[in-house]
């Protein structure tokens, strides 16, 4: 089956640690993209890729790191320095960049304990 | 100012009746606007996507309908089902140069649906 596939669903982290979240698609898009959901807000735009090897920051990308070494790859580090990484993180692909369907992963809940 | 508002924040229905949510946006000029619905816990699944020139789509029991001169677009969901209870949003994409096509997200509406 096609799809796009978010690991683990739930994750938590000590205060201090850097984790990362996986984000695989076999759908052969070129573009990915990671969101934070917040209760009450609307999803902000961490990172994004439209090509392979190439990424770019979104409006909130500061604490957090990716790559894009592979097509079907985009993984997320949440390190340190992110002061509330408490949230709801969502992966999403789409054929080229932006303005064709976006596939979304079922996402990763992260917790700071 | 968030540039996509979505009304009502929350609502309540009784299985079986109809409902409407709404979301106004201003961004401008835009390329698509689309309803994406969100189970508690899962990713958002795409509804519908429609371009400045359609006025009206349907999916099922789902119709959305967008006013580009008011830059109003409304979900309509008919004989409503315990399954759709879920959050349910709207997505504004810009094609301006210093949007570049970004997806422009209100902030949904939960929709409860009772027995």
């Known amino acids: 089956d096609g799809g796009i596939t978010q690991s683990p669903k739930y994750l938590f982290r000590k205060e201090g640690q850097n984790v990362t979240l996986s984000c695989e698609q076999n759908?052969?898009?070129?573009?990915m993209y990671w969101y934070r959901q917040d209760p009450g807000q609307g999803l902000r735009l961490i990172y994004y890729s439209q090509i392979v090897n190439d990424f770019q920051k979104g409006d909130i990308a500061e604490g957090y790191s990716v790559s894009r070494e592979k097509k079907e790859s985009f993984p997320l580090t949440v390190t340190s320095a992110q002061k509330n990484p408490t949230a709801f993180y969502l992966c999403a692909s789409s054929i080229v960049f932006q303005n064709t369907e976006a596939f979304f992963g079922q996402g990763t809940r992260l917790t700071v304990v | 100012k968030n540039q996509v508002e979505q009304s009502p924040q929350s609502l309540i229905i009784l299985e079986g009746k109809n409902c409407t949510l709404q979301?106004?946006?201003?961004?401008?000029?835009?390329?698509?606007l689309r309803w994406y619905k969100q189970d508690t816990g899962r990713g958002p699944v795409s509804l519908t996507i429609m371009t400045f020139s359609e006025n009206t789509k349907s999916n099922g029991r789902y119709t959305a309908t967008l006013d580009a001169d008011t830059k109003q677009s409304s979900l309509h969901i008919t004989a409503s089902q315990l399954s759709d209870s879920a959050s349910y949003i709207c997505v504004v994409s810009g094609i301006t140069a210093n949007q570049g096509g970004k997806l422009i997200f209100g902030q949904g509406t939960e929709l409860s649906v009772k027995p």
């Open positions: 979301c106004n946006y201003t961004v401008s000029p835009f390329s698509n």
């Open positions: 759908l052969n898009h070129d573009a």
